[in-house]
């Protein structure tokens, strides 16, 4: 089992989108089995809301099923209990090792990491969710490459 927590700052817009995604894109691998997917956020800001209505609406324009959803914060014991913890900027990962404490497993990564290695702009701010789309999505289907061969070499 991986187990993998998308992080971003409010927990309503980009890694509720990562989770959503790439839940999709494990569903649609046949690996659902194998994976444990969730988000959070770093701050507190937006804690109990659902995800925001126009990441609802671009997740149902490209035909990804829209999960429930409570944003929540981040804490050390989701270090812990998670082998990646997956933040969307550079940001986020500040905030995610000051909650976490030590890195000392290397599990706090960024998701464009598996992708162009840049920042996934926060479509709050910018309002471009069709481009946070297709930014996650490219950074969830590197990922998903890298782990479904994982998980093929045993
Ligand atoms: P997210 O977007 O980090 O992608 O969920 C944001 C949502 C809320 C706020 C900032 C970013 N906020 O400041 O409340």
Known sequence: MIKILFICLGNICRSPMAEMIFTDMVKKAGLEKHFEIASAATSTEE????????????????????????????????????????????????????????????????????????????????????????????GCEGLLAELGKTLREG
């Open 47 to 138: 804690t109990g809301n659902g995800i925001y209505p126009p990441a609802r609406s671009e997740l149902n324009r490209r035909g990804i099923p829209v999960l429930p959803h409570r944003a929540r914060q981040m804490t050390r014991a989701d270090y812990e209990h998670y082998d990646l913890l997956i933040g969307m900027e550079k940001w986020n990962l500040t905030a995610m090792h000051r909650i976490a404490g030590e890195d000392e497993k290397g599990k706090i990564r960024m998701l464009g990491e598996w992708s162009n290695g840049r920042d996934i702009a926060d479509p709050w701010y910018t309002d471009c969710f069709d481009i946070a789309y297709d930014d996650i999505h490219a």
